[in-house]
Structure formats: structure tokens, C-alpha cells
């Protein structure tokens, strides 16, 4: 069974950076793509950015240029790299995986089957 466990949240000021991590755990072959979401008080869970098992990226386009997704080269750790962050990126930030043959996207958070347990990031003003 896959385990997702996010790390490198926090606190900093406006047009600070962060970069997030999500470590996988255990059996990870079966994992075809994996997100970054978000999700702040009182509002739906936002897809951020996604990759495929071919390093395809995907971003939804109001963050693109900001936010950056990667992988490192074993494809154990999925990364977020964040920029010029402002008080309105504010959330807790979850890492979530799909296996293949899933219509997964970003806009349906549905389609994944593993999500972990979030890391919160605040953006002070």
C-alpha cells in the first residue's frame, strides 16, 4: 500500500519561497501520476500542478510561472517549488496519487486514491 507523507511547510512573508516534498512509501509501481493540491479554510480542495510517470507536467494556469512541480530521479519524492508567495496561497497543501488507468486530473480530486496527510503553509502579508 502507498503512503504519502508531505514535508517543508511553514511560515514566511509575502514574495518568500518554500519548496514542498511528498515522500512515497511502499508499493509505489502501480502509481501513474501525482498532484499537489491545496486547500484553504472554507474553500474546496484546488489542484495545483501534476506529473506523469513520463514527466509530463500539468499546472493549473493561474499558479503556473509561481509553481513548479518535479520529481527526483527514483520518482520517491515529488517536490513543489513555490515563489513569490502571497497571503492568498495560504492553505494546507496535500500531495495525492493516481494509478494508471484513471481519468485523474486536477480538477477532479476524486480520481486519486491516495492522498497524504498535508502540510500547512502560511503566508504572512
Known amino acids: 500500500q502507498v503512503q504519502l507523507v508531505e514535508s517543508g511547510g511553514g511560515s514566511v512573508q509575502a514574495g518568500g519561497s518554500l519548496r514542498l516534498s511528498c515522500e512515497r512509501f511502499g508499493y509505489t509501481q502501480s502509481i501513474y501520476y501525482m498532484a499537489w493540491f491545496r486547500q484553504a479554510p472554507g474553500k474546496e480542495r484546488e489542484g495545483i500542478a501534476g506529473t506523469n510517470r513520463e514527466g509530463r507536467t500539468d499546472y493549473v494556469e493561474s499558479l503556473k510561472g509561481r509553481f513548479t512541480i518535479s520529481q527526483d530521479i527514483a520518482k520517491t519524492i515529488l ?35 491516495k492522498w497524504g496527510p498535508g502540510t500547512q503553509v502560511t503566508v504572512s502579508s
Open 79 to 113: 517536490y513543489l517549488q513555490m515563489n513569490n508567495l502571497k497571503p492568498e496561497d495560504t492553505a494546507v497543501y496535500f500531495c495525492a496519487a493516481a494509478s494508471s488507468g484513471t481519468c485523474v486530473g486536477l480538477d477532479r480530486p476524486g480520481s486519486y486514491i
